[in-house]
Structures are given as structure tokens and as C-alpha cells.
């Protein structure tokens, strides 16, 4: 059932564009969730973005805001051999080259962060806070370690899903690997389980 979402979520995702004023509003959403995010927890000093790809939203739009207080940005590596992600720094104007999964990625020898928040791609959500994303369950494995990592540290550890509107769907079917998220943002709404 998952794949067969995954292939109309695909195609679907391909067509959608914005225009500008829901562009712009997606922007405020996006420094809003922000804001929410950091009244949480105003310690953050490490936060995880993904390149786009395949008309993913862009969570670039979030460094000029994470530049402004002095947040480290970091990008995900993937290593397919141990079926595994880390997270590691990156700069924005900083080279990235192309993995063997079509992702772009900083160099290896870039030094490995445990970012306190991560924002994560996807091909549609539901109401729920589920996402469906590619199937190789890299981000599940990658937020349950880092749940886990700063539960021990005691400080929040929260994720954000970027999507289109159009993008959400009725219900994902939800496995027990499955990690819900703490946000979406989309060009109409902010969804949360986070008050």
C-alpha cells in the first residue's frame, strides 16, 4: 500500500508550483514555526536541512535565519552499505557532491553533527503528523538515534517536514518504525502536536 502511495505522491508532487503570495506565505510559516520552535528551546545550536530534490521544498530558505543566531547548518550523508545517515556540517556557498542515491551531500571528512533539530523531506503527510517519504527508512532510523541521543541529554529534540498542501493525503499507513513529526509546514498551515 506504501508504494503505491509513494508512486501517486511522486507524480503529483511534480506538478504542484506556487505562486507568489502563497510563496511569501510559506515563508512566514516557516519563520513562525521558528519562532515556536525556539520558545521550546532557545539552546539549539545544531539543526539538520536536506538539499532539494525532485521538487521537494527548499529548506534553504531557512539559513538566513539560523545564520542570524548563530546556528550551525548540517546536511545528511548517506551510507548505503550500513544502511545508515548521519548528519554533517555544511555552508551554504560550500561544494556538494552527488551520492550514489541522487542526494546531494558534503564531503565525508566534514565534521559529523547531532543536529537538536531536523528538517525532513517528503511525498505526502497526513493530519496525523505521519509522512511518507522514499521508502528506505534513513530519517525513521536517523530520528529515533537522536531522540534517543538528546532524551539522555535532556533537552528536545524536534522535527519539522516541509510539503505543499497539496501534498497531504487522508491517512499513511503507520508501522512501528514510523516516526511522527513534531511539525509540518505547508503554504497554508503550520500542523503540530507541539503547544
Known sequence: MKNNLRIIAKRKRKLI??????????LKNINSCLDRVFSIENTIKEV???????????????????????????????????????????????????????TYEPLLTNKTIFPQIVVVPMLTFDRKLNRLGYGAGYYDKLISTLKRYFDKKQKNFITIG?????????????????????????EKEILSKVN
Do not use: C, R
Open 162 to 186: 516541509l510539503a505543499y498542501s497539496e501534498q497531504e493525503t487522508k491517512s499513511i499507513p503507520y508501522e512501528s518504525h514510523d516516526q511522527k513529526l513534531d511539525f509540518i509546514v505547508t
Open 48 to 102: 539538520g536541512l536536506y538539499y532539494p530534490i525532485f521538487n521537494e521544498i527548499s529548506p534553504l530558505v531557512f539559513i538566513k535565519y539560523f545564520k542570524d543566531n548563530n546556528i550551525t547548518t548540517a546536511l545528511p550523508v548517506v551510507d548505503i552499505n550500513s544502511n545508515s545517515m548521519v548528519f554533517k556540517k555544511w555552508f551554504k556557498k560550500e561544494k556538494l557532491q552527488k551520492s550514489n542515491i541522487g
Open 17 to 26: 508550483s506556487l505562486n507568489s503570495e502563497d510563496k511569501n506565505t510559506f
